[in-house]
């Protein structure tokens, strides 16, 4: 983690999260205090998030120059937040809409000694008409939705450089049928999504990785590709992976795709 400053071991509250808490990212906080992230492969998929995507946030944030400006959505504790910085971004600006993720992510902010890094606590449908950025992240986030597409959009209109859109995938299929007015016409669809019920006792058990209560839409890789077209990305594709990140990106199972207005 090149942003790392201070090597001193946290303290404080920040102290007691990294003792006691589960994390959404193995943050190294110096002093040999690493936190405990919620599952064994999620740092994997967070750093395979990071090497698919670095590429062409770079690229975007050079074009851009050295007033860069990076925004992360969905942002959880900030890791990506400070990646952006790593990467190119003069400032970035991070929101979720979880209370306790944002607190979280400004005790490592100051405690990492990031100045140019802010957060805010707001829903991604409340973010209408702000000023655009550069490069906007949308990590992990579509798939925890009842209205994705609405959710792009938003992004579409925030992004003056490219967004990054990564998701969890529903498993390759054959094209879904369905009928549309006319007994015995039907109509074949590449582009498909499953419905996943979130219950509102999941938030409670994993209050940093949940917001329950809602009926999560997940894509296959063509309603993905087809949802950021809809959106209104002129031109979306899907960057390089690397054959050694975590295997559900090789295997089709998880899907980076960049998107330029």
Not at 155 to 162: E, H, Q
Not at 227 to 240: C, D, I, K, Q, T
């Amino acid at each position: 983690m090149g942003l790392l400053r201070r090597r001193r071991a946290p303290e404080g509250p920040l102290a007691a999260l990294a003792e006691s808490a589960l994390w959404m990212y193995e943050w190294d906080l110096g002093g040999g205090v690493r936190t405990r992230p919620m599952g064994p492969e999620l740092q994997a998929v967070h750093d395979a998030r990071a090497a698919i995507a670095e590429p062409v946030v770079r690229s975007a944030l050079g074009k851009a120059g050295p007033q860069a400006s990076a925004l992360d959505l969905a942002c959880s504790e900030g890791w990506f937040a400070h990646r952006l910085l790593e990467w190119g971004a003069h400032r970035a600006h991070g929101i979720d809409v979880r209370p306790e993720n944002v607190h979280r992510a400004e005790l490592l902010r100051d405690h990492l000694g990031a100045r140019r890094l802010t957060f805010e606590v707001a829903d991604v449908f409340d973010l209408g008409g702000r000023e655009p950025a550069d490069v906007v992240l949308c990590l992990g986030l579509v798939y925890h939705l009842e209205d994705p597409v609405g959710a792009l959009r938003i992004a579409r209109a925030l992004t003056r450089g490219v967004c990054v859109v990564e998701s969890q995938l529903t498993e390759p299929h054959e094209p879904l049928r369905h009928g549309w007015g006319t007994t015995g016409e039907y109509l074949d669809q590449e582009a498909a999504w499953a419905a996943w019920y979130e219950p509102a006792e999941l938030q409670a058990g994993h209050p940093i990785a949940s917001f329950g209560g809602v009926v999560s839409m997940i894509p296959n890789g063509a309603a993905l590709k087809q949802a950021m077209s809809a959106a209104g990305f002129s031109r979306v594709e899907a960057p390089l992976v690397p054959t050694h990140v975590n295997a559900q990106y090789t295997q089709g199972h998880r899907l980076v795709l960049a998107g330029w207005p």
